[in-house]
């Protein structure tokens, strides 16, 4: 397969949990021939728990560490990136992945991703003791807008459209 000259050839994703990072980058990946790095996996791998075991066990201080050690490994070469919803708070992390390609943030409002993550709820969601998920989304959203090269609206019809939506937006 060819890669598209059009295309960066790589593609960092953000945004918050339910945003649809990991679907819509799986699509991005077949549609551009690019590889596909969830680094959540890559997390989940390394330390051999899940998302929320590491938070349980560790704290969130110690969870973010780990995120940040990930991200600044991972190889970022020809390859759709999804990110955990808390990269954002990792300065290095996101230089990183600048520098490797635009940044496209797939936004969603407050109670599409509610209603996405109480489907799934045992997703670990890096969260201080006491934060609600709205408290988190109020947080993260200036910085998701703060590193976004693009952003998309993840809510505009299915994971295959809003794939569409991000190649589009990469082409202008």
Not at 5 to 17: R, S, V
Not at 107 to 127: C, F
Not at 130 to 145: C, K, N, V
Not at 147 to 152: E, L
């Amino acid at each position: 397969m060819t890669l598209d000259p059009q295309l960066p050839t790589t593609i960092n994703l953000i945004g918050m949990p339910g945003a649809g990072k990991s679907t819509v980058g799986v699509i991005l990946a077949k549609l551009t021939g690019l590889a596909f790095t969830d680094t959540d996996l890559a997390i989940q791998l390394r330390e051999e728990a899940t998302l929320q075991e590491i938070v349980d066990s560790r704290g969130n201080a110690a969870f973010r560490r780990v995120e940040e050690e990930v991200l600044l490994e991972v190889d970022l070469e020809r390859a759709v990136i999804s990110t955990g919803g808390s990269v954002v708070y990792s300065e290095a992390a996101m230089q990183r992945l600048r520098e490797a390609g635009p940044v496209v943030y797939l936004h969603a409002d407050l109670a599409t991703l509610e209603a996405r993550v109480a489907a799934a709820p045992l997703r670990g969601i890096s969260r201080e003791g006491g934060q609600s998920f709205a408290d988190i989304y109020a947080e993260r959203t200036p910085l998701y807008e703060r590193y976004a090269d693009v952003t998309v609206d993840a809510t505009c019809g299915s994971a295959d459209n809003v794939a569409a939506l991000v190649i589009e937006a990469l082409r202008r």
